[in-house]
């Protein structure tokens, strides 16, 4: 099997442009977990405060594709 042509290899979390080396380059997206702990600490305050609506957000992920996933943006 070849990467990127029969599987592709996604990470999620962690940025690999920081100088790593691997062959194919590993694509990746992160996200700020700051943000997301943020928005998860005010929703368990208002959960303690009895604040019963609880909605759903998403956060953006950076996505950044490299060799190890073969995708074409359509």
Request: net charge negative; aromatic share 14%; charged share 25%.
């Amino acid at each position: 099997k070849k990467i990127s042509k029969d599987v592709f290899v996604f990470s999620l979390g962690f940025s690999f442009d920081d100088g790593l080396s691997f062959e194919p380059k590993l694509s990746f997206a992160t996200q700020d977990y700051y943000v997301i702990g943020q928005k998860a600490t005010n929703a368990l305050i208002g959960l303690i405060q009895g604040d019963l609506n609880i909605s759903n957000e998403i956060i953006k992920s950076n996505i950044n594709y490299k060799e190890s996933f073969n995708y074409k943006e359509s």
